[in-house]
C-alpha cells in the first residue's frame, strides 16, 4: 500500500480538529511547570518525538507549524498529534506553547530584558495572552515572576559579611 501525503483539506481538517480539542480542554487543563517537566523528562518518550521536541526547542523564536514539525520528524501532521497526545498527554501546539512559557520565564529570571523583548525572543507576539497564559501555567504575572525570582536568588548568594583583617 502506498502512502500518500495528506492533501491540504485533510490537513485543515487535522488543524481544526487539534484547535477544537484544545479549546475543549481550555486553560484550565494546563499542566503545572512541575507536571511538564515530569512529562517531558520521561524516558518512554519516543524517539520522533524527542526530534520534534528538539527542534521545537531551538526554533522557538519563530512560528512553528504542525506540517513543519511532522516534515521534520518524517511523520504525518497526524502521527505528530498521536505521539504529542500518547507520550505528553498534550496537544502539540500546546506543548509549544508551555516550552515558551517555560523559556520566557528563564529569560525573565536570568536576563534585563523587557518583557516585550522576552516575548519577541520565544516566539509570542500577544501581550495579553502572553501574560494571562504565563499567569495560568506559573501562577503570577511575568514582571511579579522577575521580582521573585530575583528575590530568591538574592537570598541565595548572600553571604554574612566577613570580618576583614587589619
Given at each position: 500500500?502506498?502512502?500518500?501525503?495528506?492533501?491540504?483539506a485533510?490537513?485543515?481538517?487535522?488543524?481544526?480538529?487539534?484547535?477544537?480539542?484544545a479549546?475543549?480542554?481550555?486553560?484550565?487543563?494546563?499542566?503545572?511547570?512541575?507536571?511538564?517537566?515530569?512529562?517531558?523528562?520521561?524516558?518512554?518518550?519516543?524517539?520522533?518525538?524527542?526530534?520534534?521536541?528538539?527542534?521545537?526547542?531551538?526554533?522557538?523564536?519563530?512560528?512553528?507549524?504542525?506540517?513543519?514539525?511532522?516534515?521534520?520528524?518524517?511523520?504525518?501532521?497526524?502521527?505528530?498529534?498521536?505521539?504529542?497526545?500518547?507520550?505528553?498527554?498534550?496537544?502539540?501546539?500546546?506543548?509549544?506553547?508551555?516550552?515558551?512559557?517555560?523559556?520566557?520565564?528563564?529569560?525573565?529570571?536570568?536576563?534585563?530584558?523587557?518583557?516585550?523583548?522576552?516575548?519577541?525572543?520565544?516566539?509570542?507576539?500577544?501581550?495579553?495572552?502572553?501574560?494571562?497564559?504565563?499567569?495560568?501555567?506559573?501562577g503570577?504575572?511575568?514582571?511579579?515572576?522577575?521580582?521573585?525570582?530575583?528575590?530568591?536568588?538574592?537570598?541565595?548568594?548572600?553571604?554574612?559579611?566577613?570580618?576583614?583583617?587589619?
Amino acid at each position: 500500500m502506498i502512502h500518500s501525503q495528506p492533501g491540504a483539506a485533510e490537513m485543515i481538517c487535522l488543524a481544526l480538529a487539534s484547535l477544537f480539542e484544545a479549546l475543549q480542554t481550555g486553560d484550565s487543563a494546563m499542566l503545572s511547570p512541575g507536571e511538564f517537566e515530569q512529562r517531558l523528562a520521561g524516558s518512554h518518550a519516543d524517539f520522533r518525538l524527542r526530534l520534534i521536541l528538539e527542534h521545537a526547542r531551538s526554533h522557538l523564536h519563530r512560528s512553528l507549524s504542525l506540517p513543519e514539525l511532522a516534515k521534520h520528524a518524517n511523520v504525518s501532521v497526524w502521527h505528530v498529534c498521536r505521539l504529542f497526545r500518547r507520550d505528553l498527554g498534550v496537544p502539540p501546539l500546546h506543548c509549544i506553547k508551555m516550552l515558551r512559557l517555560r523559556s520566557a520565564a528563564t529569560l525573565l529570571a536570568t536576563s534585563c530584558l523587557s518583557v516585550k523583548e522576552v516575548m519577541a525572543s520565544v516566539g509570542i507576539n500577544d501581550e495579553s495572552h502572553f501574560v494571562k497564559d504565563f499567569k495560568a501555567f506559573f501562577g503570577e504575572s511575568p514582571l511579579s515572576y522577575r521580582a521573585s525570582a530575583h528575590a530568591r536568588s538574592d537570598l541565595v548568594n548572600y553571604s554574612a559579611p566577613t570580618k576583614i583583617r587589619q
